[in-house]
């Protein structure tokens, strides 16, 4: 009879054994798919408005290439820059799962592409369906380099509600008739607040509502009786909007790449960098209608872009003369705050979700505006000769110019960042109050919070009244977050705690935080690297409203981040 295996034998079997399963967990199903891509980052005559200039595309499209992989599948995109500028590419929403050098924010996670140069990121889904998006995080090359990402179910996998007949990404965008790049760097010099745009577009069309932009107005052709789900995405620069369509209710199934649990609307209102997905019925007589989107500007006595966008829903039945003029929703004022409110409130998980808890690490973050001094021998163009400015608990962030702050930390490269970001606001003050004038300077400087792997993260976001206040669209890198609650005022942990949804709270990437208001978010910080926190109105991080987690490697390889890509570009 053979001897049975030694203890210590036993040991090393079962311990082989469970790295065997381990790895063969993470390995992609035989459903899951590589999907490879190029994208030339170039310069391309456009016509708007009645003008043609060269802007900044990526395969000459505007918006760019959708992609559309499923979950569990890899992404392998190569990018060569043959424009003018410095870029990146960020794919917004992706968790990045140890793979933070593929998140793509300059100077956070990686050095700009130059003009020559190419990068090849690199990652897969996990976890996540619906709709999310890509755009470069390189100056305001954003305004012209985005496009859709759709994530499909797994394959033999459906969507918890019935397959729609019809689908289409609809991204709205935002359009200056000059080059965005020297907008922002006008406003930079001058320390004033930049122009504000000329247009918002749907798909990259302006719509009948403008000067030269009828003939090319985006269609949507649906069939009567179908089922259509609609992927909205607010790829603006600077603007929340609100979006409705003219005769139709529609149902929201989806935000963020995270399923909902479904309500009914008749409007929307996105947030730069937020995703939407609704179900609409074409159950309303064969006809035109006018989708039509315009600005939510929440800030007192701050100029904005007040045009309104259109695109046409057409059902194709041919059933009707195709000049019939298009039927026009009922949009909210622009400064309808309750709707916009209402609307955010409605969100919620389809079912009962695990909470992360205890909570670990319990940080409040006061966001807001600023005003810096003018620099000597320069006139300023901000409020009484000063220079714009944001912050998060009075740092004002500052990026990096000479290495990325995730390269320094893996490298071990001194004096690019310190690790002493404020965990709560280092002087307590009437948050939305009168703020006296002596807290209206934040202090410049490139700080992150470090984090160990597997902290349980609750975050109080509390907008503040310096300088206006502001609805903040607040976006989180390589990271969902559980949005607990919302609400107006200063936060008062005693009494606002009792608001939580601790139940069915929605999963998102994404928190506008209400105009002299707050917003409650919580997360696990389980993917090492850094990542960037910041507004996404991008005047706003221009002017410093930004911060950065640095989420340490937890035990092993497969809670540590991968190595550096070797085409990683240099600095």
């Not at 065997?20 to 390995?27: K, N, R, V, W």
């Not at 999907?35 to 016509?47: A, G, L, N, R, S």
């Not at 199934?253 to 939407?276: C, I, R, W």
């Not at 993917?527 to 640095?550: E, K, Q, R, S, Y």
């Amino acid at each position: 009879m053979e001897a049975l295996p030694s203890s210590s034998s036993r040991q090393s079997l079962l311990f082989f054994f469970l790295i065997a399963f381990s790895l063969l967990l993470l390995l992609p199903s035989s459903n899951a798919a590589v999907h490879y891509h190029d994208f030339i980052v170039q310069e391309t005559p456009v016509k708007k408005l009645c003008k043609t200039h060269n802007i900044i595309t990526v395969n000459g499209q505007l918006p760019g290439p959708t992609l559309v992989v499923r979950n569990g599948d890899t992404l392998v995109v190569k990018v060569v820059n043959r424009g003018q500028y410095n870029v990146t590419i960020h794919w917004h929403g992706v968790r990045q799962m140890r793979t933070a050098w593929a998140d793509g924010p300059e100077f956070v996670t990686q050095c700009p592409i130059r003009p020559g140069g190419h990068y090849t990121y690199k990652f897969t889904i996990k976890g996540q369906e619906g709709t999310l998006w890509w755009h470069a995080h390189s100056s305001w090359l954003r305004a012209t380099v985005y496009g859709a990402l759709i994530i499909l179910p797994e394959k033999d996998k459906g969507y918890p509600f019935a397959k729609p007949d019809r689908q289409f990404p609809i991204i709205l965008g935002e359009w200056w008739n000059r080059d965005p790049i020297s907008v922002v760097r006008q406003a930079t010099f001058t320390g004033a607040a930049p122009n504000v745009s000329d247009a918002f577009t749907i798909n990259g069309e302006p719509g009948d509502l403008y000067n030269c932009s009828s003939p090319t107005t985006t269609i949507f052709p649906i069939k009567q009786g179908t089922t259509n789900l609609l992927r909205f995405i607010n790829a603006a620069l600077n603007t929340e909007l609100f979006i409705s369509i003219a005769g139709h209710s529609v149902t929201v199934v989806g935000a963020d790449a995270s399923y909902t649990k479904p309500f009914t609307t008749s409007v929307l209102m996105l947030a730069p960098g937020q995703t939407t997905d609704v179900l609409l019925t074409a159950n309303q007589p064969p006809s035109r209608y006018y989708i039509a989107a315009h600005a939510y500007s929440s800030a007192q006595g701050v100029a904005f872009d007040n045009t309104t966008t259109t695109a046409i829903l057409q059902y194709d039945c041919g059933c009707f003369p195709k000049s019939n003029p298009p039927s026009f929703p009922l949009l909210p004022a622009f400064n309808d705050t309750n709707t916009a409110t209402s609307f955010s409130r409605k969100f919620a998980s389809p079912s009962t979700v695990q909470i992360p808890s205890p909570v670990t690490d319990n940080l409040f973050f006061t966001v807001g505006l600023g005003l810096l001094p003018c620099q000597p021998g320069r006139t300023c163009g901000g409020p009484n000769g000063t220079r714009f400015a944001a912050s998060i608990n009075n740092v004002s962030f500052v990026l990096p110019s000479a290495v990325s702050i995730l390269q320094a930390h893996e490298l071990g490269v001194n004096g690019v960042f310190n690790t002493d970001f404020p965990s709560s606001p280092p002087i307590q003050f009437d948050y939305t109050g009168n703020v006296s004038r002596a807290l209206w300077q934040p202090v410049p400087a490139t700080k992150v919070y470090k984090l160990k792997y597997g902290a349980v993260v609750e975050l109080v976001l509390q907008g503040t009244s310096i300088v206006t206040a502001e609805n903040h669209p607040i976006h989180l890198h390589g990271y969902d977050f559980y949005i607990l609650a919302e609400g107006f005022g200063n936060f008062n942990r005693a009494t606002d705690t009792a608001k939580f949804n601790l139940v069915n709270p929605p999963l998102r990437n994404t928190v506008g935080v209400p105009v002299n208001g707050w917003a409650v978010v919580r997360f696990v910080a389980d993917n090492p690297g850094v990542w960037l926190l910041h507004c996404h109105l991008d005047v706003h991080i221009t002017w410093g409203l930004a911060m950065a987690f640095l989420v340490e490697n937890g035990l092993g390889e497969l809670e540590a981040l991968e190595p550096p890509p070797l085409d990683l570009p240099p600095c």
